[in-house]
């Protein structure tokens, strides 16, 4: 069906519940797409056309029996990390080989039960640690903006697919950036939600299950809200749900004013980050429409701790591999991306005290954040310093001119996962080589809608066009 890729999924979802074509048509245009255009990215791990029509055929049969569906025919993604019942799962590891979903997990069985029909499964970074996606099981996946350059990570595969017209929406997770970065360097958009918005309450036992969120990646703010209002809930055998969820509707007022907000700008995040120069002149372009538009913008950055800076919890995650992974890290070493394994060396070395350091910084560096709302609404900052680097490399060598260390490209989303706050990546622009930058605007915990409006009238007011070339090809 020409030029179905480019759709929305809001826009999908209307023309199949109007009858004005079916869920079989999108799902026979996105699978012919996939087959198409996988073969350059490696952007999906698990598919099977033949699943996927059927499942379209039932969506049309629940449309033609009357019922609503908002998310009717609309093709979406699940990242390795998440379960499709009866599909491969394996977190991008050797070490899961054989195991298949018993069970689809919550989030994909909402997304089902309102009318979305899954492609199948995207790559991601081994246990999704990793800050590019490239693994020992799936090797590497690529970004359809430059072939050579990697998309990002954990959510390569997801951002990767949505980039390239291979569905309009995805699932991801976010514990570091994992959602926000990826969706950075391909030119989408993509949200972490407050901790606990979406429940988690089964599938793979998570190395940052104190930090970890579902997050939600498409093209534009209106399709990430509507993920967002299809997902929000409470499952009480989730530790990390609330009742509270189950009543967000970001939707409703989405594009209403946003009133007279107080907005912080932070180029650097208070950390003194190193930043390349071209994208701090996109993001500093993009304040100054933003200004232009009426926003009241003032330099200003949270008063973080000693300690808070680029990744200064990642002895948790480390931690958390050895205790998962130890016993495969003395037997099977050989099974593990070496990256992963050497998380899971430093992990084992951790002694406890170091542990409990690492949690008690964390709630210093959330009081932090939570005190600078008493002054601020919103928080601008970058989603990284750095354009989309060359595959291979965990990271940039150097960032603003400067030696980078393996996570020095990283250290601007963090932060907002150890305050369990929403924060979403737009584009703001590109780089000197023509590849996406992306924009964060945060808020404190529980503003999931006010950070999704200031997103979309940001939106408008940037006014950007940014498809991948492969998304152009028809």
Known sequence: MKGLHELKARQIAVKVQRREFSAAEVAQAACDRLEQINPLLNAFVAYDRAWVEAEAATIDRR?????????????????????????????????????????DSWCVARLRELGAVPLGITACSEFACKG?????????????????????????????????????????????GSTRRPAAHTGLVGFKPTLGLVPNPWGFDDPNHLLSVIGQLARDVEDTALMVDALAGFDPLDPLSSPHFASVNTGAALKSATGALRVAYAPDLGCGFAIDDDVAAALERAVLQLEGSGWQIERAAPDWPKGGGEYPLLALQQAELAAMYGAVFRSERELLDPDIAAQIELGIALPGTRIAEVLLLRDKLSTAYAAFFQRFDLLVTLTSPVEAWAVGALGPTTIGGKPAGARGHAGFTPLFNYAGAPAISIPCGTGRNGLPIGMQIAGPRFSDALVLRAAWHAEQTLGLDLRSPLLRRP
């Open 132 to 176: 590019i996606t490239q693994t020992p099981r799936y090797g590497i996946t690529r970004n359809p903006w430059d072939l050579e350059r990697t998309p990002g990570g954990s959510s390569g595969g997801a951002v990767a697919a949505i980039a390239a017209g291979i569905g309009p929406i995805a699932l991801a997770t976010d514990a570091g």
């Open 63 to 103: 449309v033609a029996a009357g019922a609503a569906l908002p998310l009717a025919g609309v093709p979406f993604s699940v990242k390795d990390n998440l379960w499709l019942g009866g599909f491969p799962a394996t977190f991008g590891s050797l070490t899961t080989a054989g195991f298949i979903a018993p069970r």
